[in-house]
């Protein structure tokens, strides 16, 4: 029988990419968001264009009318109100980060306890992936940029640097409350730094990665890049290939839900980060430090965890990856200054 998958969020970078991946799978996918992916054409069967804020459009995306059932196998929650440090670290977005996140993720698990709750007992019950973020981890355990504590079990007593973290921190709770309470299946996992082709790359919601290949893709020979703080903040950088890996292995075992990280080990700091873009670019530049977000000093994923329920490596070198980005974002920026 055809598997069926919904992504919500499916026009952004990690939801587009888990779409193409489904459809290599075979799945029917449904991709459901605010608009269509930016850089690609989505491969989804169906992409709605809605706002999952309103429970009306939440309930329209999880019915089927193409088939004579009326569920999904698979559901990827992906949608949020989230970008790079310039938007999540400001605070001048924290409302809308808090409020937007979590009223998509209840009307979306108070739509599916409606499906469980159905006495029908042949309507099927579908599973949910929930992207939380390593921003949950707190601040205090990532002082040290040579030795953040980020394995799963450190994430109490709680207390993340942003209203970002805290979200993510409820909406795990919360998918965990509604598994236990209603019997919905769920699994979770902590993003890190996910990155690669087909993200954003401008515009002020941009990560890290993303933001310094743009910066060194327009850099004349001999002139200067920013970097907000000392460059001496350490982060781990995921490539999307192998993240979209991960989730389907997680989605596939229904021994485990997590959380559980999703992440790189390769451990650099800001400062590296801009001198391997640069070697990759072939181009000498100097960099000048001003001040501007920057989030905790130290990240990185622990991967203990994701070894041994889901024999999970990560195949990306950082360096693999970022030439394929860069690569990817120096066309976007020589097409976009042929206009």
Known sequence: MLKKALVLGGGGFIGNHMVTRLKLEGFWVRAVDLKRPEFSESEADEFYIGDLRSPQIVEQALKINTFNDDSF?????FAADMGGAGFVFSGENDADIMHNSSLINLNVLDSLRQIYNKSDTEVKRPKIFYSSSACMYPEH??????NPKCDEESAYPAAPDSEYGWEKLFSERLFLAFNRNFGIRVAIARFHNI????????????????AICRKVASVIPGDSIEVWGDGKQTRSFLYIDDCI??????????????????????????????QEIGKIAGKKFSVIHIPGPLGVRGRNSDNTLIRSVLDWEYEWSLEDGLKSTYAWIEKQIQSKNKL
């Open 195 to 210: 990155y690669g082709p087909l993200g954003t790359w401008g515009g002020g919601r941009e990560k890290a990665p993303a």
């Open 141 to 146: 355990n990532q002082m040290d940029p040579d």
């Open 245 to 274: 890996e991960a989730v389907r292995r997680l989605m596939s075992n229904d021994n485990f839900i997590g959380p559980v990280n999703i992440g790189s080990e390769e451990m650099v700091t800001i400062n590296q980060l801009v």
């Open 73 to 77: 196998d698979e559901i990827y929650q």
